[in-house]
C-alpha cells in the first residue's frame, strides 16, 4: 500500500478516458502535497487502468488517461 493509493481509487471511479487534476485537488484526495516521489509512485496506476499522462509543472495539473 502507498501513500496514493487512495489517489489511485479516487482516478479509477471517474471512468473519464483522459481528464486533469490540480496539485491541489490531487492533496486533498491524498491528504499530503504532491512531491517527487509522485514519479515513482505513479506506474501502480496500471493496475487501475489508467496511466499518468502528462505532468504540467507551469499549470500545476496532473493528467490521467484510461488504458485500453
Do not use: A, C
Request: aromatic share 14%; net charge positive; hydrophobic share 30%.
Amino acid at each position: 500500500m502507498s501513500k496514493y493509493d487512495s489517489l489511485w481509487k479516487y482516478v479509477q471511479s471517474n471512468r473519464n478516458q483522459s481528464f486533469k487534476l490540480t496539485f491541489k485537488e490531487i492533496q486533498d484526495v491524498v491528504g499530503v502535497p504532491i512531491d517527487h516521489s509522485f514519479l515513482k509512485y505513479k506506474k501502480e496506476l496500471i493496475e487501475y487502468g489508467y496511466e499518468v499522462g502528462k505532468i504540467s509543472m507551469k499549470e500545476q495539473t496532473v493528467t490521467f488517461n484510461k488504458i485500453d
